[in-house]
């Protein structure tokens, strides 16, 4: 099973600030199958990312993916007050899939 | 539009079973398959497995094996999941979502409650 750590645990920002958020795998992802998620409590997840950098339909662009092999990146480039939440990344590059434990994002 | 709308809450003896419904409606269901999810109350995310929208193939996670099962009826357009001998600790929002880019549209959630 490929275990996904996140880091930061939890990333305090204000509103206009970027927040980089990283996502670790404990090996490589096949076929760049990374997605990321958002998530709002008591919603469902939402689909930010996926194939690593490919922005989900609707996902405005200052929600941008990189990385390759085990090291993924997030990066929201000005916070808005409705990006305050936690976010998942996902690799579904093997036969069963795994979740990182998430990255808490809230406002200073 | 694409919807996904699951069945209700359940509340469950230690030992029971429960069977969650998925219909799914805005797109051909036989074109993708369905995943399902957990989310035990304040953690994260866990993926279970997955069921193909036209044929019976699926693939779950190990440590479900045995007590797991899921299904699709495609007359209605209608995935299930059933977990069997169930566990305080299965106490959590289930979740289905289309299984495409992985998943790109998801159920409003099922909370299943599992007490004594």
């Known amino acids: 099973e490929i275990v996904l750590t996140q880091s930061p645990g939890t990333l305090s920002l204000s509103p206009g600030e970027r927040a980089t958020l990283s996502c670790r795998a404990s090996q490589n992802i096949s076929s760049n199958y990374l997605a990321w998620y958002q998530q709002k409590p008591g919603q469902a997840p939402r689909l930010l990312i996926y194939?690593?950098?490919s922005r989900a339909t609707g996902i405005p662009d200052r929600f941008s993916g990189s990385g390759s092999g085990t090291d993924f990146t997030l990066t929201i480039s000005r916070l808005e007050p409705e990006d305050f939440a936690v976010y998942y990344c996902?690799?579904?590059?093997?036969?069963?899939?795994?979740f990182g434990p998430g990255t808490k994002v809230d406002i200073k | 539009q694409v919807q996904l709308v699951q069945s209700g809450p359940e509340v469950k003896k230690p030992g029971a079973s429960v069977k969650v419904s998925c219909k799914a409606s805005?797109?051909?269901?036989?074109?993708?398959?369905i995943t399902w999810m957990r989310q035990a109350p304040g953690q994260g995310l866990e993926w279970m497995g997955w069921?193909?929208?036209?044929?019976?193939?699926?693939n779950s996670a190990q440590k479900f094996q045995g007590r797991f099962s899921m299904t699709t009826d495609t007359s209605t357009s209608t995935a299930y999941m059933e977990l069997r001998s169930l566990r305080s600790d299965d106490t959590a929002v289930y979740y289905c979502?289309?299984?495409?880019?992985?998943?790109?549209?998801w159920g409003q959630g099922t909370l299943v409650t599992v007490s004594s």
């Open positions: 979502a289309r299984r495409r880019y992985p998943n790109d549209y």
């Open positions: 194939g690593i950098s």
């Open positions: 996902q690799q579904y590059g093997s036969s069963r899939s795994t």
């Open positions: 805005g797109y051909t269901f036989t074109s993708f398959g």
């Open positions: 069921i193909s929208g036209y044929n019976d193939n699926t």
